[in-house]
């Protein structure tokens, strides 16, 4: 079945360092992928998607490429702030488009320390 | 903007008692679902509903069961809350052919 498989947290950087979220998955076809990202209290918002390989997804200053040949959609930033402290889920949606077949990864909590 | 909003912040209940979660949207959206969000597991699909009073499960309804007379409000019901249904419980809601699922805020429930 489809899957995604994200880094462990918890990570924690200093203000202005590099973030790097890695994120793998498992999916027949061509899915469509996601990062949404959760603040302290509140619910998850989508942050960046793409939805064909090689499509580079962008936001705030994160973005993730999709890579097909590695089954890849690692989420970075050149340079954290402390309002960047949250969690922060992978997701795909499957080539039919079924939202009820919508997979998330684990989640990664990221704090910025000033 | 999309608002989805959900009954409470935080809930209390004790083993045995039957539990309601609300969850309202104002988009007129069509797909709406509860997931359960635990430490390492990310997001569980309980059950989702894609029109008035039809349902379906997801990949974890036991213990669960859900009502939509509204199209608005989706509710999911606890019939006799156990502690392992200790959990933050998400709503969402998606329009037509979109791929963004909208969120509320969540439930912290726990069920002592």
């Known amino acids: 079945g489809n899957s995604v498989t994200q880094m462990e947290g918890p990570v924690t950087l200093s203000e202005e360092a590099f973030l790097t979220i890695n994120c793998t998955y498992t999916a027949t076809g061509y899915p469509s992928l996601f990062w949404y990202v959760q603040y302290p209290g509140e619910g998850l918002q989508l942050l960046l998607k793409?939805?064909?390989?090689?499509d580079k997804g962008s936001n705030k200053g994160f973005e993730a490429t999709y890579r097909k040949e590695t089954t890849s959609f690692h989420l970075e930033k050149g340079s954290v702030q402390v309002s960047d402290s949250a969690v922060y889920f992978c997701?795909?949606?499957?080539?039919?488009?079924?939202?009820?077949?919508?997979?998330f990864g684990a989640g990664t909590r990221l704090t910025v320390k000033p | 903007d999309v608002k989805v909003t959900q009954s409470s912040r935080y809930l209390v209940k004790r083993t045995g008692e039957k539990v309601f979660l609300e969850c309202v949207q104002d988009?007129?959206?069509?797909?709406m679902f509860w997931y359960r969000q635990d430490p390492g597991l990310g997001l569980r699909l309980i059950y989702f509903?894609?029109?008035?009073?039809?349902?379906e499960k997801g990949d974890i309804p036991e213990g669960y069961s859900v009502s939509r007379e509204k199209k608005e409000r989706f509710s999911l019901i606890l019939e006799s809350a156990s502690t392992n249904q200790t959990s933050m419980y998400l709503c969402?809601?998606?329009?037509?052919?979109?791929?963004?699922?909208?969120f509320g805020p969540g439930t912290r429930l726990t069920v002592t």
């Open positions: 997701a795909l949606s499957p080539p039919t488009r079924a939202n009820n077949d919508m997979r």
């Open positions: 509903s894609y029109d008035v009073k039809m349902k």
């Open positions: 969402a809601s998606v329009g037509p052919g979109s791929y963004e699922q909208y």
């Open positions: 793409a939805t064909k390989a090689d």
């Open positions: 988009m007129d959206h069509e797909n």
